[in-house]
Each structure stands twice: as C-alpha cells, then as structure tokens.
C-alpha cells in the first residue's frame, strides 16, 4: 500500500496522521507513507525524527490575516496544486488522506481530480473551512463528534473518534499510582499558551500551601519558558518546566489532573488515558470549536471547563484544589473520560480506507 497524509501545521492536525500511519504499518510493515505539508508547520520539525518522509509544498492560511496575507496564498494555490499533482504522479498513491490544516487542502483536491480515492479527518465538533469544502470532494469524512455529521453528506459520514498515537494508546487506562502527592500536567499544546502559563504563575502563591503534596509537569512553549521557571523557583514549588514534552504517553500516565486547552486531539489523547481535566478552550479558534469541545467533555462528567474570560490565578486555584483534594470526583472524572474514549480510532479508519481502495478503480 502507499499512503498519502496531507496537512499539519500544529500538533492537533499532524499528530491523528501519524496515529493513522502507525496503524497502516502495523497492518503491513511494507506499506509506504509519505506526508504533505508545508516548511513551517510541525510537521517540518517532528516527522523526520519520526522516520517519515515530508513532501513541501507552498501554501499558507488566510483566516485573520487581512488582505495581503489573502492576495498571497490566491497566488499560491496554483503553485501548490501543481506541486500536490507532482508528488501524486511519482508517488502514485493508493488513497491520499487529509488531516486538517490548510496544506491538506491542494492536496486532496488534486488527488480527487487525478481519480485517487480520498478521505478527510475532522477532529473538532465544527469542522474547519479546508474541510468543509473538501467534503464536497472526498469519498469518505471520519468525525470525532456526532454533531460534525450535520456539516456533511450523511453518506460519507463515518463517526470514528480522533486517532491517538500507538505510544498513547498502550498505556490506557492504566491505574494511577500510589504516592504521597498528585501530579499537575500542563500544557497548551504543541506551542504553549500564554494565558495559561500565565494564570498558573498568578495561582502559585496559593498552590504554594500545597507545595509538599503536589508535583508539576508543565510545557510552556518556548516564549515564557525563562519566565514560568523563575517563577516556580521563587514560591519554591517542585516542577519540571519544558518547553516541549516529547514523551507524552509517559506525561499522561503520570498524571492525576491535565491543565491544558480544548483542542480535539489533547481531548482524545486525554480520554484514551482515562485522566481527568480543567479545559481552558482558546476562545479565538475558528468557529469557537475548542469551546465545543470543552463542553462536550464537561457534559460527560470528565472535565472541568473555565472560559478563558473567567480565567484568573485565584479561579484556576480554586478549581484544582477541589478536585486535587476530592479523591472520589476524581475517580469518577478519570472513569467517565475513559468510558467517553474511542481507543479503536484509527483501526476504524484504517479499515474504511483499505474496503474504499479495494472498492474505488482498481486501487490496492
């Protein structure tokens, strides 16, 4: 088999393509995986670490950036096609997959055009502008949330769950661990979030009456990494500060509450592990959708949600306090996230996408 994985950008888009990469290789260790992205996305960092090929190609997003930014990606996407139908025509795939992100776009479209079988991934409850249009386009749309389905044709519409990556979904719903303290994660994905760094840092003098039981891993993005650490070290609060936690599947483990944003795949990642959660949605996603998400878990009694306009250091404190110190609700939080988890994410998708190359012209 040869797969196409097209998009990135951050984490939330790339990681679900690895997780669905991982499963066609374990399928068959022969199957051939490259990835479509672009220079500037995580993908350029992280999948050459990973072992697997990037092919480039210039396109940018336009969402919020004014006209110019506008006038330049519209001269980009003829480019973009034609480097999209340069790397299908060598690479001659059979399915070419698209995971979100403004990459994925010319490249699906292109491969729908060329005669391949296509597919998308919609992690969010509210699908993204690229995705929407390519729904239009593809054979068949996976969705991490029921309510997606009214966004696209009832036909193509498979209700899958967002993938989690095999490192992560090893380690479900493992016990937590006895010990004389709890274990704080957080994170605000793949770059940081400056609002949440910055709440934890104004709760830190509360946090520090409970210096003795409590323990903290907390990714800050690169930016304020300096800054969180000096301020950690100045209420003397045991933490390990990182700008970018590479070994994730081990974070979740270990924890006993995650601090972190909304987006759909920390959301998967976090109810694969069976862990509960105080969700602080970025409001200024497109669409709000990180708010969906947040409500969704909420609604499910596996998470705690603060708008980040209600946020402050003494309503985070307040929040990870009660449930720091109520074993009951957190076990009945971590038993709820687990039972919400769709663990089989990508053996679903995987699934459908080798019947739909069996079933499209011929493809194998």
């Known amino acids: 088999m040869r797969i196409v994985i097209a998009g990135g950008g951050t984490g939330g ?90 990459a994925s776009g010319p490249a699906v479209l292109t491969a729908h055009f060329m005669g391949a079988p296509t597919v998308i991934a919609e992690q969010n409850a509210i699908p993204g502008v690229t995705n929407k249009i390519l729904g239009h386009f593809v054979d068949k749309i996976f969705v991490t949330y029921e309510q997606s389905k009214t966004f696209f044709s009832e036909t193509k519409v498979i209700f899958s769950g967002n993938p989690v990556r095999a490192s992560l979904a090893a380690k479900v719903g493992g016990t937590r661990k006895k010990r004389n303290y709890r274990q704080l994660l957080i994170f605000g994905g793949s770059q940081g979030a400056e609002a949440i760094n910055k709440s934890v840092m104004e709760m830190l003098p509360q946090l520090r009456g409970m210096k003795n039981s409590v323990r903290i891993l907390h990714q800050t993005g690169q930016r304020q990494v300096e800054e969180v650490k000096t301020a950690y ?44 959660a105080v969700l602080i949605p970025y409001p200024w996603a497109a669409n709000d959708h990180q708010t969906k998400n947040a409500q969704a878990l909420e609604a499910e009694g596996a998470a705690a949600v603060i708008p980040e306009r209600e946020l402050s250091g003494a309503k985070l404190f307040s929040v990870v306090e009660n449930l720091l110190r109520d074993e009951k609700k957190l076990r009945q939080m971590e038993e709820n996230s687990l039972r919400i988890s769709k663990v089989d994410a990508a053996e679903t998708i995987v699934d459908a996408c080798i019947k739909l190359m069996a079933e499209k012209n011929g493809y194998h």
């Open 13 to 102: 888009h790339l990681f679900p393509g690895i997780a669905i990469a991982e499963e066609f290789l374990k399928r068959d260790n022969k199957t051939q995986v490259i990835f479509i992205g672009t220079n500037r996305g995580i993908e350029s960092r992280l999948l050459g670490q990973l072992g697997y090929e990037l092919k480039e190609i210039d396109i940018e997003g336009v969402k919020g950036r004014g006209i110019k930014a506008l006038m330049k990606v519209i001269y980009q996407i003829p480019k973009s096609l034609w480097q999209s139908r340069q790397i299908l025509k060598q690479f001659r795939p059979g399915i070419v997959m698209g995971v979100g992100g403004y």
């Open 233 to 276: 070290k100045q209420f003397d609060i045991q933490a390990e500060i990182s700008p970018f936690i590479v070994a994730m599947a081990d974070a979740y483990a270990d924890a006993d509450l995650i601090i972190c944003r909304a987006g759909a795949t920390s959301l998967a990642e976090i109810t694969a592990a069976g862990k509960a």
